[in-house]
């Protein structure tokens, strides 16, 4: 899910002023290319405990309130196996569930974890557009749709002991940057991006997602530029700190001014300062399996 879909959800299920939902997806590949995703969703404890007031209630009440439809955030928070299963076709083919566990994080944060199975790593594709079990039908009862898909995503390729991951996460997270619809929407408004980018960071405390595919058996050469032991960042963002940035702010703010003069070379560099955000740019990593 990109970092917009993140802060969008949080912003129209419940306009809270605390933080909301935190993600990460792990592609864990084998030497043969098998393997297993393990995808993680939890939310805060603002959320869970407002939703829960809510629901105790009765759904008379959360009707009442514009994208309350409280019931199906709870489904989202604490989905069924049916719904978890289904997910796996947001993974590409050949991807099949294997289990799923709800629980909390280790800051306290309500959700679950998933996992699912695959034989063949190139028939993967991990997809920013996907949104996990309820998500997308709580969006859609919201009366809200989610725009032009411009997620990035990952594919796979494997030869002999060489993976080749091919990667447009940093592309898109570029264009996500010059957004000509949230500048044009922030300029409505008489407020600097970077103005309206501060409001919104006090809406995302604690929200992260990340995507990242860990090498069984360990790395005899890669690549990729961020690596720890057997683990390769693919993208990491701590959402509050990259809106926080001053480095970010003042560029989005020189992109309103002149949003056709920004070029792609330049947002990357960009990434490279920005506090809180790790990614790989390069478009295509190898691994070499030890």
Avoid at 32 to 56: M, N
Wanted: with cysteine; proline share 3%; hydrophobic share 40%.
């Amino acid at each position: 899910m990109t970092t917009t879909k993140l802060a969008f959800f949080c912003l129209a299920s419940l306009s809270l002023t605390t933080s909301c939902v935190r993600t990460s997806t792990v592609v864990k590949v084998n030497r043969e290319g098998s393997g297993e995703i393990i995808s993680r969703y939890h939310f805060s404890p603002q959320v869970t405990a407002l939703v829960r007031q809510f629901e105790a209630l009765g759904p008379e009440v959360g009707a009442a309130i514009p994208g309350g439809n409280f019931g199906l955030i709870g489904e989202i928070i604490s989905p069924d196996q049916e719904s978890v299963e289904a997910d796996a076709g947001n993974f590409g083919e050949g991807v099949v569930y294997a289990r799923h566990e709800i629980g909390k994080d280790s800051e306290g944060w309500e959700g679950y974890i998933a996992v699912y199975e695959f034989d063949d790593i190139s028939q993967v594709r991990i997809d920013q557009n996907s949104l996990p079990g309820k998500a997308k039908t709580f969006i859609e009862a919201s009366g809200q749709g989610m725009g032009e898909r411009k997620g990035g995503s990952l594919q796979f390729s494997l030869e002999d002991d060489i993976l080749t991951i091919q990667s447009s996460l940093a592309e898109a997270s570029a264009k996500e940057v010059v957004n000509g619809e949230q500048l044009a929407k922030a300029k409505e408004m008489g407020m600097k991006p970077s103005e309206a980018i501060q409001m919104a960071a006090n809406t995302t405390e604690g929200m992260r997602a990340g995507f990242f595919v860990r090498i069984d058996g360990g790395i005899a050469e890669t690549s990729a530029e961020h690596v720890t032991g057997d683990l390769i960042i693919m993208s990491d963002a701590e959402i509050s700190k990259v809106l926080q940035d001053p480095d970010f702010g003042e560029f989005v703010d020189e992109a309103m001014g002149n949003p056709e003069g920004i070029e792609l070379d330049g947002i990357k560099e960009l990434f490279r300062k920005i506090e809180g955000m790790t990614v790989e740019l390069a478009d295509e990593v190898t691994v070499r399996f030890k």
